[in-house]
């Protein structure tokens, strides 16, 4: 759930709308514009371990590459592979 802060006092608190709305703040009854956008998830994408052959289903965002330490045997790889 995504939270906004207030920008005179800083208070933040989750809400579950989206869109633009005219907002309250629940501590310094400040009024402020809000834009709220729901993100997707990254999808799950299977990684193998080029060691151990340990597979992993891992959130992984962007298309650049990672660092991973397998879980199985603690080596450190990039994925994708260069």
Known sequence: ????????????????????????????????????????PPPQVDVVCPQCGYQESLSLGGSGKVQITCSQCNLTFIFPSP
Do not use: N, W
């Open 1 to 40: 759930m995504p939270t906004i802060s207030c920008p005179s006092c800083g208070y933040s608190e989750p809400v579950d709308l989206h869109g633009s709305y005219l907002v309250k703040c629940g501590r310094c009854q400040q009024e402020f514009a809000a834009v709220i956008v729901r993100r997707i």
